[in-house]
């Protein structure tokens, strides 16, 4: 079920759920940015989550329905500020 912002935009639902530090699900999600075995970045509908763990392993991801599930040894999860639409090496550049 989409939600409504302030603006009037739709969002989707964002839910993030960890069990034992070993398995991320999450959902609203819009784009997978950057991965690797340590680090995954993704736009949500809440903005954008870095995901850092040790031996990443991305076990489901459904862009359609918004949905990614991660399974490793979660470290951290952090939301940064939003920043414009472009490549990740563009914003990191600018």
Do not use: C
């Amino acid at each position: 079920m989409a939600m409504h912002t302030g603006d009037g935009e739709l969002r989707a639902p964002h839910h993030l759920i960890l069990e034992e530090r070993a398995s991320l699900s999450v959902s609203g999600v819009e784009e997978v940015e950057r991965f690797d075995e340590n680090t995954i970045i993704m736009s949500t509908a809440q903005g954008a989550l870095v995901v850092r763990e040790e031996g990443l392993h991305i076990e489901k991801l459904s862009l359609d329905g918004g949905d990614l599930k991660v399974e490793g040894l979660i470290d951290a999860l952090s939301y940064e500020e939003t920043r414009p639409r472009g490549s990740w090496f563009s914003r990191l550049l600018g």
